[in-house]
């Protein structure tokens, strides 16, 4: 039962490059989102999802796109990164009507030069 | 506003100490609360939570009570474990959008020494 899959594990890019984060969850959960993880800032949300086809914006939603073309997959996207986006990724996901206990995924850590 | 406080860290402790990570919110209404447990290298997980006040959530040993006069829900255990080592989080529902989200805090780093 892999849960929830985030990859890559680690990423370090360009300023101005794009890249999509993956994420994949096998266990059928309605709810998807996206935090980012900071020192000394705890963890912010970025963008979630309720269900296929439908996406809403979270606390720190600029320089970032999510879709969710299918229940399994929700990709985070970065349009033009920029060093401020420097950090960890993660993708979290929970049952239909249940999102208050979120299973993680391990993690992507991002740098950006 | 909505917000999560928690202790600074690192905390660190010998095995076998009492622990406490001191946990305040600001919300409107009473929220569902919970603790999640980071530990190294792996995403958070749920460690315990609470859905109205005066609950008590509790796992592992670890217990966290719902005290709505106080705002608080502080994290306990009576004898830690080295492999307690981890970064704990206090969250809190809060509901607003398409559907409720949960709000973090920073996060408090607990070292357990043998």
């Known amino acids: 039962n892999a849960g929830v899959t985030q990859t890559p594990k680690f990423q370090v890019l360009k300023t101005g490059q794009s890249m999509t984060l993956q994420c994949a969850q096998d266990m059928n959960h309605e709810y998807m989102s996206w935090y980012r993880q900071d020192p000394g800032m705890g963890l912010r949300l970025i963008h979630y999802?309720?269900?296929?086809?439908?996406?809403d914006q979270g606390e720190v939603p600029n320089g970032y796109n999510v879709s969710r073309s299918t229940t399994e997959d929700f990709p985070l996207r970065l349009l033009s990164a920029a060093p401020s986006q420097t950090s960890v990724y993660f993708c979290?996901?929970?049952?239909?009507?249940?999102?208050?206990?979120?299973?993680f995924g391990s993690g992507t850590q991002l740098s950006v030069l | 506003g909505n917000s999560v406080t928690q202790m600074e860290g690192p905390v660190t402790l010998s095995e076998e100490a009492f622990l406490t990570i001191n946990c305040t919110y600001t919300?409107?209404?009473?929220?569902?609360l919970f603790w999640y447990v980071q530990y190294p290298g792996e995403g958070l997980q749920l460690l315990l939570k609470?859905?109205?006040?005066?609950d008590k959530g509790s796992n592992k040993g670890f217990e966290a009570t719902y005290r709505k006069e106080t705002t608080s829900f502080h994290l306990e255990k009576g004898s830690v474990q080295v492999s307690d080592s981890a970064v704990y989080f206090c969250?809190?529902?809060?509901?607003?959008?398409?559907?409720?989200?949960?709000?973090f805090g920073k996060g408090t780093k607990l070292s357990v020494k043998p």
């Open positions: 919300a409107t209404g009473y929220p569902s």
């Open positions: 609470a859905t109205k006040a005066d």
């Open positions: 969250a809190r529902m809060n509901y607003g959008g398409s559907q409720g989200n949960l709000i």
């Open positions: 979290a996901s929970s049952p239909r009507g249940s999102n208050e206990k979120l299973f």
């Open positions: 999802s309720v269900g296929a086809g439908i996406t």
